[in-house]
């Protein structure tokens, strides 16, 4: 709570553009919700209010949106695999043949995961704190899972993000 608001009261002009960005994004929907009842509403109100909170930090406080720390991470998190395409093994303590399902262990499970960003941001390793998570929780269920992301081209149109910021060589 400190960060945020030392950070609130160090970027006052970067704040009354968040607020307003937010306070647009909270009008729509409302207008949205009422003008169009009748009109499906696939998320709850609270998932709106969240994505139109996240969206405006993520434009105008990037510093408060979770990120994953892309620039230092081990092996042992995140093995880079691939010969003409680029995937991390998750976790990084597997080799490839580990995680063949030919083996006569019936709890091993490797799930292939694509990240999101609609090809325009993102990287394989983005979600890397949350498949360590459910590897965990899978462990105490008694199964073996691993993933497997992949990293795929963003959108052409879209100018990247500083590539040697985002991958490890």
């Known amino acids: 709570m400190a960060r945020i608001l030392t950070l609130v009261l160090r970027n006052p002009l970067r704040t009354i553009r968040f ?7 909270i009008i729509l929907i409302l207008l949205r919700r009422i003008l169009l009842p009748h009109f499906p509403q696939y998320q709850s109100w609270r998932i709106q209010l969240q994505r139109a909170y996240l969206s405006s930090t993520s ?19 995140a093995r880079r695999v691939g010969s003409g395409w680029t995937g991390y093994i998750v976790p990084g303590s597997k080799s490839v043949k580990e995680l063949s399902l030919d083996s006569s262990e019936n709890h091993a499970c490797v799930a292939i995961y694509a990240h999101g960003g609609g090809y325009a941001r993102g990287e394989a390793r983005m979600y890397l704190n949350y498949m360590e998570r459910w590897i965990r929780v899978a ?7 691993s993933f497997l992301t992949v990293e795929y081209r963003e959108c052409p149109h879209v100018a990247p993000v500083s590539k040697s910021s985002c991958t490890q060589r």
């Not at 607020?19 to 994004?25: L, M």
């Not at 434009?59 to 998190?77: A, G, I, M, N, Y």
């Not at 462990?139 to 899972?145: I, K, N």
Request: net charge positive; hydrophobic share 40%.
């Open 19 to 25: 607020s307003y960005a937010f306070i647009v994004q």
């Open 59 to 77: 434009v105008h406080f990037p510093d408060l949106v979770h990120r994953l720390p892309v620039t230092s991470c081990p092996e042992r998190r």
């Open 139 to 145: 462990a105490r269920a008694g199964l073996d899972l």
